[in-house]
């Protein structure tokens, strides 16, 4: 069985602490980008899970999401925030995340999600939006 790889796009280092330890323990051998510059040497094909964090130094997580999005459309990508605006997640839903998280988020929901990836309950085309109301569908609507 080939190895899970997931990237971790954020310049928080606390969060990608916590989200290594997460999917350390799911088996994801885990690479972390502070920035969007550094994160595109990292998107390929051997990479099945994003997390991106929306506010970069460099610019948005969603240049990152387009640009998986396009390339590997089969993978999953999770968008994380702090920012929990009407308008930031329809963005990050619409460059193609599958899930925008707002945080902070427990270790525990986070476990919860890489359980639902990893049992096929969320695939490529779920968009989902998980913040303090707790988890539920996120209609992508154009207009």
């Not at 989200?19 to 323990?25: A, C, I, N, R, T």
């Not at 459309?73 to 999770?78: K, M, R, T």
Request: aromatic share 6%; net charge negative; proline share 3%.
């Amino acid at each position: 069985m080939a190895e899970k790889r997931a990237l971790i796009v954020d310049d928080d280092t606390a969060n990608c602490a916590i989200w290594e330890l997460v999917l350390s323990e799911k088996g994801y051998a885990v690479d972390i980008a502070e920035d969007i510059e550094t994160a595109r040497a990292y998107v390929n094909d051997d990479v099945s899970l994003y997390l991106v964090d929306y506010h970069l130094p460099d610019g948005r997580g969603t240049e990152i999401v387009r640009q998986v999005r396009g390339s590997y459309p089969a993978s999953l990508v999770v968008m994380v925030s702090m920012d929990d605006d009407a308008d930031v997640i329809r963005e990050g839903i619409r460059a193609g995340g599958n899930v925008f998280m707002v945080k902070p988020t427990s270790p525990s929901v986070m476990g919860q999600l890489l359980n639902e990836i990893e049992s096929g309950d969320l695939n490529a085309s779920a968009r989902q939006l998980i913040n303090r109301h707790g988890r539920r569908t996120y209609p992508l609507r154009t207009s």
